[in-house]
């Protein structure tokens, strides 16, 4: 298996919803990523996780709350987002030698906030 | 803090050979990474190479690294319609959980 899967592929969701997004791999990497991309603009770095813990924090608002389950998951959580928050949302992984080929990406959910 | 520039738009005849061109600013940086983004996709890994390389071939894709001008560029050759798609260089100065910089992205279009 080779593969990021992120779960929805598409998600519409109201400013007082919650809701959460998955990402899966079974590749054995041990970082973890979630990045944002906004139309025609290149993916930013939100969260980096470690061997399941937090490593980086991009100064994303709170109502983005990241979570690493174990070490083949991490969800992100929303709550009372913005409409300026439809994006783009991709997961990757990499692996913590050099023996990879870099950081592989999910096909990405696009959420839409109304 | 990192910065990493491509031209915008780029169109190629198929059958051309196309050249998307990056810069960066990061003399750290230590691997440059190129992807590629169909629309309404994820990003797909074409292609990487190290600061220790000056270049790498890959079936139709050449990667040329200028390190001493932090210049890389990534050659297409007979660009076919299926290359339609916006292509991201990134870098990052280290392996492993540290944050990928992307370029600007570069819409390459093909004329028939």
């Known amino acids: 298996d080779t593969e990021v899967t992120q779960t929805p592929k598409h998600l519409v969701m109201g400013m007082t919803n919650k809701k959460s997004l998955k990402c899966e791999q079974h590749m054995g990497h041990r970082a973890m990523y979630w990045y944002k991309q906004k139309a025609k603009k290149p993916p930013e770095l939100m969260f980096v996780?470690?061997?399941?813990?937090?490593?980086i924090n991009e100064s994303v608002p709170s109502r983005f709350s990241p979570e690493c389950p174990n070490s083949s998951l991490l969800n992100l959580h929303l709550h009372a987002l913005q409409p300026e928050d439809s994006a783009l949302y991709l997961c990757a992984s990499s692996q913590e030698d050099r023996t990879g080929y870099g950081y592989t990406f999910g096909s990405g959910t696009r959420l839409t906030v109304v | 803090g990192e910065d990493v520039e491509q031209s915008l738009f780029l169109s190629v005849r198929e059958g051309d050979s196309s050249v998307i061109n990056c810069t960066y600013t990061d003399s750290s940086s230590t691997y440059l990474y190129w992807y590629k983004q169909e629309p309404g996709a994820g990003l797909q890994l074409l292609t990487y190479i190290f600061s220790n390389m000056d270049m790498k071939q890959d079936q139709r894709l050449t990667v040329l690294l200028n390190k001493k001008d932090k210049h890389l560029s990534l050659r297409i050759a007979d660009t076919q319609t299926g290359d339609s798609a916006i292509y991201f260089c990134?870098?990052?100065?280290?392996?492993?959980?540290?944050?990928?910089?992307f370029g600007t992205g570069t819409r390459l279009t093909i004329i028939p």
């Open positions: 996780y470690s061997y399941e813990k937090l490593s």
């Open positions: 990134a870098e990052t100065s280290n392996f492993g959980n540290e944050k990928l910089t």
